[in-house]
Every structure is written in C-alpha cells, then in structure tokens.
C-alpha cells in the first residue's frame, strides 16, 4: 500500500479549493439572480457552513491539513475572503489565450 502523505493532502486540498470556487459561483447565482425571491443556497454553501466531522466534511479536510475551519468559514462569507483563497488578486488574462486566466508565478 502506497502512503504517500503529500499525495493525499493535495487530493483534499484540491477537494476544498473547489468547494470555495463553486461557494463562490452559488453567490454569484444567487446575487444575479432577482433579489425579491428568497435566497436559496446550493450544496457548496450547505457543506462548507456545516457541523459534520466525518471523513469528507470540510471540518475533517481542515483537521487533515492543519486549516483553522472557523477562519476557513469566515474567509468564505465575503467575496474577498474567497478571492483572497481563489488567489484572484493575482490572477492576470493570458495573452495568448484571452479568456483563459493565469497566476502572476505561471509562464506565459
């Protein structure tokens, strides 16, 4: 059996930065959306604010990746927490590829 620790962190790394960038789409739905309407919050929003410790729950991934879940959650409330998780700040277009977005520390 292979226990290749960094493997694993980076899996569930990758799980939580996803959870953040579909957090992020859900409040951009739900804010484009008609505001008279009650607001209704997807699967990333339900997960990320949840109580649950079992394997898989933000709280577990956070545990695993010595993350402070409360900060995580805090980070999550405003578009410039998740920004600042996204890296959006350092995020440029491409010249190459106009519509594609790349990281200040990426080749061109």
């Known amino acids: 059996m ?3 620790v960094s493997g694993m962190r980076a899996l569930w790394a990758a799980v939580l930065f996803q959870a953040v960038r579909d957090l ?5 739905r739900m804010y484009k959306e008609d505001r008279q309407r ?15 410790e079992d394997a898989g729950s933000m709280r577990w991934i956070c545990d695993m990746l010595d993350l402070d879940y409360h900060k995580l959650q805090h980070l999550c409330a405003s578009r ?3 920004n600042q998780i996204l890296k959006r700040d350092k995020a440029v277009k491409s010249p190459r590829q106009p519509n594609k977005v790349r990281f200040n520390n990426e080749a061109a």
């Open 80 to 82: 410039s927490g998740r």
């Open 38 to 52: 009650p607001r209704t919050y997807g699967p990333a929003y339900w997960w990320v604010y949840s109580d649950r």
């Open 2 to 4: 292979n226990t290749d």
């Open 24 to 28: 992020d789409n859900e409040f951009f």
